[in-house]
């Protein structure tokens, strides 16, 4: 079959920022660069990170630095990160800031002129450059700007559906249908980069938008690249929970950052309780006394509500079993006692116009109903920290694709960071090795054919089952059972359901045309929602402790033999339904000088 077809030096599956980043990087060293996304540029997932990027700029607190930034990042990790891709990211993410402030990005000053800097979760100082609550919108208006006039070839609404060899087996490029047409198309590369973002549309209550199906997380693994810490999966703390058309769309921690606090259905602001047990809230007459001995004992650390994201969440988890939950089964997040109508209007725009319009919730006056959603995956593609190349020949990876950087727990603001820093090391990554020369010649079109055979099977299908049951089924079977809080009864039960999902998968059928047909976009998504799903319910069984974005209920504790090793999957077969072996990966060995840093007192 004959096929439209693209050749490319550098081909970057993604638009979001790490992809835009590295398209910059690529394009300034003079290679040719598509970048493909299966929705529309400037409507990549990151637009949703709102509360800012973390880079030690020492612009509010002048004592901040690289290395405090570093332990942070490693201790919010529970140490399961790679530390050398840690370490990279603080020193190099306030230079990437600075950067994107020269090509247009229009941050929130202080008063003297400088960047402005906010609080966030689980970080020493304030630290996250920010623009309002509309931080990673800035970020792609920049980036998108700057590919754009740099004379970059992009191809929207083209779903790639497996990445292709060449028959020594390095990556030789892609094969894509268009939404538009259902017509097939292949890309030739020489260097592929993944930047395809996360993996949440596989849980019933997420803040991914639809493209989060981890396309790139399955690709990767059916190419031979090697996924680890699958199972520490991010339910950030808050999430709208009402009404249900919108449950699960983020509510920035800029609003916990700018001085809201969490309370209960008593009113009580609980956080105080899942402090060490030096404190209890109710040995605090009033809200006020409570504030201030926190603040005289513990060396002017944030409030309670900027703990660690996993924190956050298992506390509000506990209140809303306990019930103490609010109607809608959340919890309250209130900003509207602690700040001025003007000030919240003015720091969080977005987040006033959202629950505005969606809730008919004026935040200036009453508090707003949360919980937690699935928001990140800190597990994917094992790459090198340096050139972010994975195992496979001429194959990189950037952003929550990948696994390493932010351990078991990812820090609010490391995100957006994460993104600019290895999206550039990506980009200059495959510019190295496309200019070394040993790179694939020629696509193996029998990789391509059966990768065309599959798309089409559900069309042929005589009877068959309609792929949105079978997608609501597997987001609620993932929510009910490897969600926040897991068991070794539950995660069994969800590796049965999952063979029973795979069995399901070889029996869709799909009615209609090619163009335009959702149900036939689901069906081919459907294979890496199913990839995604058991490597992060392996892992979750096989990780016998609780860490970070982990929690074991039968195993509360964090065990210290867990923390010398990732659990890596790798597949054999290169198909969605061959084996997947998991096998532990030891983790990189920290110098003297770094692991110093990691002993020091807060």
Not at 138 to 161: A, N, P, Y
Not at 371 to 391: F, L, R
Not at 413 to 438: C, E, H, K, M, P
């Amino acid at each position: 079959m004959t096929y439209e077809h693209h050749e490319y030096d550098v081909v970057i599956i993604g638009a979001g920022g790490a992809g835009l980043r590295a398209a910059v990087e690529a394009k300034q060293q003079g290679l040719s660069v598509a970048l493909i996304t299966k929705s529309l540029l400037g409507k990549a997932h990151t637009v949703m990170a709102e509360g800012g990027m973390a880079a030690a700029m020492g612009n509010v607190y002048p004592e901040d630095n690289w290395k405090v930034h570093f332990r942070d990042t490693m201790r919010g990790g529970k140490y399961l990160n790679n530390y050398r891709m840690a370490e990279l990211h603080a020193k190099e993410a306030p230079q990437r800031v600075l950067e994107l402030e020269q090509w247009g990005a229009l941050f929130d000053r202080t008063k003297d002129g400088k960047i402005q800097q906010r609080d966030f979760g689980g970080h020493r100082y304030a630290r996250l450059a920010h623009v309002g609550d509309r931080t990673g919108l800035e970020l792609i208006r920049t980036l998108q700007q700057k590919v754009v006039s740099m004379g970059t070839d992009v191809f929207m609404e083209c779903k790639v559906l497996k990445l292709v060899h060449d028959l020594e087996g390095r990556i030789a490029g892609c094969v894509a249908y268009w939404r538009a047409t259902g017509e097939f198309v292949t890309f030739s590369a020489k260097a592929v980069i993944l930047a395809t973002g996360g993996s949440g549309k596989s849980w019933k209550f997420t803040s991914n938008s639809w493209e989060g199906t981890g396309d790139g997380h399955a690709m990767a693994l059916w190419a031979g690249a090697k996924l680890i810490d699958m199972e520490c999966i991010q339910f950030h703390p808050t999430g709208m929970v009402w009404p249900l058309s919108v449950r699960g769309l983020l509510v920035t921690e800029g609003v916990r950052g700018d001085g809201g606090v969490l309370r209960n259905s008593e009113g009580k602001r609980f956080m105080f309780n899942y402090v060490a047990d030096m404190f209890r809230a109710e040995t605090a007459e009033t809200e006020e006394e409570a504030d201030k001995w926190y603040d005289d004992h513990t060396a002017g650390r944030r409030p309670p509500e900027l703990l660690p994201r996993d924190e956050v969440a298992r506390a509000i988890n506990a209140e809303v079993k306990a019930g103490r939950g609010s109607p809608h089964g959340g919890v309250y997040l209130d900003i509207a006692s602690r700040r001025s109508p003007e000030f919240i209007r003015r720091r969080l725009p977005s987040m006033y116009h959202q629950f505005m319009e969606l809730a008919g919730v004026d935040i200036t006056k009453e508090p707003m109903e949360i919980g937690p959603t699935n928001h990140y995956i800190m597990g994917g593609v094992q790459v090198d920290a340096e050139s972010a190349e994975t195992a496979v020949p001429g194959l990189f990876a950037a952003g929550e694709v990948t696994g390493g950087m932010h351990g078991a727990n990812r820090l609010g603001g490391n995100s957006l960071s994460d993104l600019i820093v290895f999206g550039r090391r990506a980009g200059l990554g495959a510019v190295a090795y496309v200019q070394a020369g040993a790179v694939a010649r020629e696509m193996n079109m029998a990789e391509v054919e059966a990768a065309v055979a599959e798309a089409l099977a559900p069309f042929d299908a005589e009877e068959g089952e309609n792929p949105y049951d079978i997608q609501r089924d597997l987001q609620e079977m993932m929510q009910a059972n490897v969600g926040i809080i897991r068991t070794e009864s539950e995660l069994l039960e969800a590796a049965a359901a999952l063979d029973a999902f795979s069995d399901r998968l070889k029996k869709i059928k799909v009615k209609g045309g090619r163009a335009y047909n959702p149900g036939w976009n689901l069906a081919t998504d459907l294979p890496a929602m199913l990839a995604v799903c058991q490597c992060v319910t392996r892992g979750a069984t096989l990780r016998q402790e609780s860490r970070g974005g982990h929690t074991r209920e039968d195993y509360p504790n964090a065990d210290p033999t867990f923390a010398t090793f990732n659990l890596a999957h790798r597949s054999d077969g290169g198909n969605w339904d061959s084996p997947i072996f998991t096998e532990r990966s030891p983790l990189l060995p920290i110098p003297a000088e770094l692991k110093a840093l990691l002993e020091e007192a807060h």
